[in-house]
């Protein structure tokens, strides 16, 4: 049989408790990355978005991406109704903003620019609302989307 001695104890604890902590940190990320999606309907259209609900990513929103990769936009939740107001803050793609009340769009904005000019223009709800959903520009004409229509919101 092998004679562990208290230095090689030492090293293999501090080995056992690193992958334990690595292991903890992948699945904290993990389960944030996963719970961080959902997938929504419109119509029979199901389309995978990123959520926001927190004020930071509220503000952050779809910034600074040069391209929306495997979603087709971000659903902004929030926990009370107010008139929002949604700028073109540091975007790099164009977009649609659908604002949303109690699962019923009731504006729109489409095929929003994003230079420099247009981010300061400021799209807002024509009443309360507790959801915006930032899409790809064109989606919501692609899929022929109107204002009165009903959004769904599915597990991903």
């Known amino acids: 049989m092998f004679k562990l001695d208290n230095k090689n104890n030492k090293i293999i604890f501090s ?89 019923t769009i009731i504006d729109v904005y489409k095929n929003l620019p994003f230079d420099k000019k247009s981010q300061k223009i400021l799209y807002k709800s024509s009443s309360p609302v507790d959801k915006v959903l930032e899409l790809e520009a064109g989606l919501f004409d692609y899929y022929n989307f109107q204002v009165g229509d009903k959004i769904k919101i599915l597990k991903d």
Do not use: C, T
Request: aromatic fraction near 14%; charge should be negative.
């Open 15 to 103: 080995i056992f408790i690193v992958l334990f902590l690595l292991i903890i940190i992948f699945f904290i990320f993990y389960k944030k990355n996963v719970d961080n999606f959902i997938k929504i309907k419109i119509n029979e259209v199901e389309l995978r978005v990123e959520l926001a609900r927190s004020p930071a990513e509220h503000y952050l929103g779809l910034s600074n991406r040069g391209s929306l990769e495997n979603i087709s936009g971000m659903l902004f939740l929030f926990s009370d109704k107010q008139v929002r107001s949604f700028v073109m803050r540091d975007m790099l793609i164009s977009l649609d903003i659908v604002f949303i009340d109690e699962n």
